[in-house]
């Protein structure tokens, strides 16, 4: 009877300790690299006069907010076209530590969604959302020609097979489309919240100029041919793709900036 009961206090131990393991290591990555994404409408006839109070007074904000360790990087984007499907406006953040959300919190309570009081008047935010920030990666600064396209998905799978995913089918892609020169930056983001959410993935490009946009499918085509030829493991998540992802849409964008 002692040798059972000292068996199951064992048991008890060993599974206690593994499950302080497994929160240690979550509350690691808990306090981690976090994004918040805002999609903003302008009410009706206003998107001109949104964008050009954003253009200024929006931007010199920010600027001041990154300035001040608010926030460290930010990506301001009016949508290309008008279209009463897609926001006009969106804006990513991204904070070092998810905690480091408590000076926004402050600052949404004079500024809705961060804007100025003149554009508060013009237009308001859509939707909010933090996100985890899965890969990113640069290969030359931004420009006045920078083209940006945002990609929004539903999530079909779970969170983790939907990041190794990413990793290894989405990334390579981007890698290569970067290194045919056409591809300046790429973000992969998952909602931390996804339930109910109009995206559960959210995937910003930036391409060199409007020739290296119209080049899009082309330069696509090509490193996907490479990579199945060249990447077993790209291949079988090519294969596996559509029971992962639905990409619900694709929208054309440019830096306020």
């Known amino acids: ?20 393991a497994r929160i240690s290591f979550a509350q690691s990555e808990v306090d981690g690299p976090t994004a918040l994404i805002v999609s903003y409408r302008a009410r009706p006839g206003q998107r001109a006069q949104f964008r050009d109070v954003m253009a200024s007074e929006g931007i010199a904000q920010l600027d001041r907010w990154k300035k001040d360790g608010v926030f460290a ?6 949508t290309t076209y008008a279209a009463d499907s897609s926001p006009d406006m969106f804006l990513v953040l991204r904070f070092n530590h998810f905690t480091d ?16 009081e003149k554009a508060q008047q013009l237009g308001a935010a859509d939707v909010s959302a933090t996100a985890d920030i899965v890969k990113e990666d640069h290969a030359t600064a931004s420009t006045s020609d920078s083209q940006f396209f945002v990609l929004e998905y539903d999530v079909l799978a779970d969170m983790p097979k939907y990041t190794s995913y990413v990793q290894g089918y989405v990334v390579p892609q981007f890698d290569a489309w970067m290194k045919s020169g056409v591809l300046v930056s790429y973000a992969a983001f998952v909602n931390q919240n996804p339930a109910g959410a109009p995206w559960s993935s959210f995937i910003l490009l930036e391409y060199k100029d409007l ?26 998540w090519s294969d596996d793709k559509t029971a992962i992802r639905k990409e619900k849409a694709a929208i054309p964008t440019l830096s306020l900036k």
């Open 1 to 20: 009877m002692n040798i059972k009961r000292n068996l199951a206090l064992a048991l008890v131990v060993a599974t206690t300790l593994q499950g302080a």
């Open 73 to 78: 990087s930010y990506n301001a984007l009016f």
């Open 101 to 116: 959300l408590a000076r926004w919190q402050k600052i949404e309570q004079t500024y809705p969604g961060g804007l100025p």
């Open 211 to 236: 020739h290296a946009l119209a080049a899009r499918e082309m330069v696509k085509n090509k490193a996907r041919v490479d990579l199945a030829a060249s990447d077993p493991v790209w291949k079988k």
